[in-house]
């Protein structure tokens, strides 16, 4: 029995947390949120590391792992405010083209050069109307597409038949949203050409369990910074002649982000095991990690926040970036009083 | 990740099982106290069979099993499945027998491991006094050698089981002169000893959970004293960590959890049933993720015990802050999903669950401030989880004896 991340996957997330450190600096994440630089040259390098194709079967040149591994990028990710498509491309449409069996895009995925953005709003519950299918062309429009420079994107309706579109056949506009850290886009159809890649609303479904899970662990990585943030300067800042570090009312509140935050661990890595291992736990799972991370994201990001007391609010210490970066997985692919509910249906406690 | 607990294990759970199926009936019932023939029976079997103090060597009365985490668990797993009964499981059986098997005596380990863990001697824990809580250091029940005894006085408070104890392990301050810390000592008596009173303390619930006991001139043995003079806190804190980790476990919550789902069901205002009701639901499916959390980090916990490798001690610090607040929490929504209904306790007809909701919901409250006040809890997390500086100690002020003002004398020039 042995319930952690095993020595391969340590030592992946060793390199890849060392990457990070090294090109994902507070200044380069400032650059791609502005608009100064784009996420490309991180993509790259990231896709070199053989993350892009990181669940892609190696026939289709992949490294063909699993969810936990991709939880456990995922986390480090979060911990970085990493920009860049790790949880569109990456996961969410190699895991629905290479299940669908249009697997042609896949090879483009995985060495870096081709990236598939998904547009599922209207599957996970449209707050606007509703794209439209007939005879292979879309007509409507699909907000918060991730990411806005896709080469493609994924689009799932509500009942789950899901079309790919070309870029270039799209009317598309950048949203700006608070997290600058990923980049989000409207896609508006008129007629647009598209290709059905799936009927089976099954495979959506899973497909976006997988993005939550994927959504939980990068909360858990973005947390984790904000409180080793918070604990650092906690010690560092000093009032009264002392760190202020060295006050109950400080260290209660780190200990509480601390309490809270620890057992989302374990539960973030079960979340990934599950698909790979506990099918039948994963959709329940990844469904109550990501709402529960949410829950704990947005009280470790308050707190670490007010422990940096006015200097948290400024954009001085950028801290902002990871705060922003929680709200934005909170409300992303379903609420988390959404997620719950579809929990509390899959339990047969309500009906849809 | 490997979550199965191996083939080689099969044939283990099979005899557990089959224990069990072979031996419900022998049980102690709701109405056999810790004292009864029935409790010391059933202690005895479980014991014989290694389902209790299954690692205890032969020679102190044990079963005398090498540990191992993963039958340990097992066993946990099936006896909780058939809510077999445990056996008993008081503080002389938890608290007292391991720190008396690393740190007794010879004759001590003979003389009260095989009592204790067959349910014949009852021990009570004499820690906290009115005047020492979260600063147990500081406690004042004094001991003074006598030719060959302790002869003690003070008073303890929050001792649990005084009124069915026949021994108390016993923590006393010997050496009055040396720093808090390393004058204490930890003594073993008997309860029936001469100047010993115990007062119940009522507690909210309406039951005496817990006792006031005051000691008068009572003389105990020099011998009866675990680890050296001075040496009680080292002794006491070994302890504590045993205490700590037992008072809320994810796998109980789990259960508490899936019985407010049941009482949603059953349970209806204006003849709908609560459970659709979107706002009581929420509340629960909420407290369903974090109990998921402290049960997978319970997980991690259990692995880190077989993979030594593996650094859990942040997540075993938590365990006692989230989980007795997480309890509180699932009582309360238990309570609330019943409405006025909610209220009854006692002997009102309408009580539901025997009143356990309100009970319970005041217990673990109790729970939250006993075996370390959440309080205390941020502070060890702080510190020794994330290497936080302790709070400055403020030094007792020394009082100046007052000056009198220099003035003249009425007269002098």
């Known amino acids: 029995m042995e319930f952690g991340l095993s020595q391969d996957q340590l030592l992946l997330d060793d390199s890849v947390r060392k990457y990070l450190s090294s090109e994902v600096s507070i200044d380069a994440v400032r650059k791609i949120a502005s608009g100064e630089q784009s996420d490309s040259d991180i993509w790259r390098g990231l896709a070199d590391m053989g993350l892009a194709g990181i669940i892609i079967p190696e026939a289709h040149g992949g490294a063909e792992l699993g969810m936990l591994d991709a939880v456990a990028i995922a986390e480090a990710m979060g911990y970085a405010a990493c920009p860049g498509p790790f949880l569109s491309t990456a996961v969410m449409s190699a895991h629905l083209l290479n299940h669908s069996g249009a697997t042609d895009p896949l090879a483009g995925m995985a060495s870096g050069d081709y990236r598939v953005g998904i547009a599922f709003s209207d599957f996970v519950g449209s707050r606007k109307g509703a794209v439209t299918e007939s005879a292979s062309k879309l007509s409507g429009q699909s907000l918060y597409a991730l990411d806005a420079s896709a080469d493609a994107y994924l689009v799932a309706l509500a009942d789950g038949r899901t079309f790919m579109v070309e870029s270039e056949h799209l009317d598309r506009t950048l949203l700006t949203t608070i997290d600058t850290t990923r980049s989000v886009c409207e896609l508006n159809f008129d007629q647009t050409p598209a290709c059905l890649v799936t009927d089976d609303a099954q495979l959506v479904r899973d497909t976006l369990y997988r993005g939550r899970a994927i959504q939980a662990a990068d909360t858990l990585g973005a947390a984790q910074y904000m409180l080793d943030q918070a604990v650092a300067y906690s010690l560092d800042r000093k009032q009264f002649n002392r760190a202020i570090g060295s006050f109950q009312a400080v260290k209660h509140m780190c200990a509480e982000m601390a309490s809270q935050l620890e057992p989302c661990r374990a539960f973030v890595w079960y979340a990934g095991h599950a698909f790979d291992e506990a099918a039948e736990d994963a959709a329940a799972t990844a469904c109550h990690a990501k709402a529960h991370l949410s829950e704990v994201g947005q009280f470790v990001a308050k707190t670490s926040t007010e422990v940096h007391g006015g200097m948290g609010f400024t954009d001085l210490v950028g801290l902002h970036y990871w705060f922003k970066r929680i709200g934005f997985n909170r409300q992303l692919l379903g609420s988390p009083e959404a997620v719950r509910h579809e929990v509390a249906v899959m339990q047969g406690l309500c009906g849809d | ?413």
């Open chain 2, 1 to 413: 990740m490997d979550l199965s607990y191996g083939s080689e294990y099969d044939a283990f759970r099979e005899e557990v099982r089959s224990f069990i199926r072979e031996n419900k009936d022998k049980q102690p019932q709701a109405g056999d106290g810790i004292k009864s023939q029935a409790m010391r029976d059933w202690q005895a079997l479980l014991i014989e069979n290694g389902y209790h103090s299954r690692t205890i060597p032969r020679e102190y009365g044990g079963y005398g099993a090498e540990p191992d985490i993963i039958k340990s668990r097992i066993i946990a797993e099936e006896f909780g499945a058939e809510r077999m009964h445990r056996g008993f499981n008081g503080q002389g059986v938890t608290m007292l027998t391991p720190v008396l098997l690393e740190m007794g005596t010879e004759e001590q380990k003979k003389a009260f491991v095989e009592p204790t863990i067959r349910a014949e001697m009852i021990w009570c824990q004499g820690y906290s006094e009115p005047g020492a809580g979260s600063d147990l250091a500081s406690l004042t029940t004094k001991a003074e050698l006598d030719g060959d005894e302790w002869v003690i006085n003070g008073q303890k408070i929050w001792t649990s089981t005084a009124h069915h104890a026949d021994w108390i392990f016993c923590l006393v301050r010997t050496e009055p002169d040396a720093p808090k810390h390393l004058g204490i000592s930890f003594l073993l008596f008997r309860m029936d000893t001469p100047g010993i009173e115990i007062r119940p303390l009522v507690d909210m619930t309406g039951d005496a959970n817990f006792n006031e006991v005051f000691f008068t001139d009572v003389r105990v043995p020099k011998h009866q004293i675990v680890g050296e003079r001075g040496q009680g806190w080292q002794v006491a804190n070994a302890i504590l960590g045993h205490e700590r980790g037992s008072l809320a476990t994810p796998d109980a919550a789990m259960n508490r959890l899936n019985g407010v789902k049941r009482l949603m069901r059953e349970e209806s205002i204006n003849g709908a049933a609560i459970i659709d009701n979107p706002v009581f639901r929420d509340r629960l499916l909420k407290l369903e993720g974090r109990v998921l959390a402290m049960q997978y980090n319970d997980m991690r916990l259990l692995s880190a015990k077989i993979n030594r490798n593996q650094d859990v001690r942040l997540a075993g610090m938590i365990v006692k802050l989230i989980g007795t607040e997480l309890r509180h929490e699932i009582e309360c929504l238990g309570i609330d999903v019943m409405g006025e209904i909610g209220l009854s306790y006692g002997d009102n007809p309408h009580v539901r669950g025997r009143g356990s909701w309100q009970y319970q919901y005041m217990f673990y409250l109790g729970l939250i401030i006993g075996g370390g006040t959440s309080q205390i809890q941020k502070n060890i997390i702080s510190e020794r989880g994330l290497g936080m500086p302790k709070e400055p100690k403020v030094e007792p002020k020394k009082v100046e004896p007052k000056i009198a003002p220099k003035i003249p004398a009425a007269g002098a020039k």
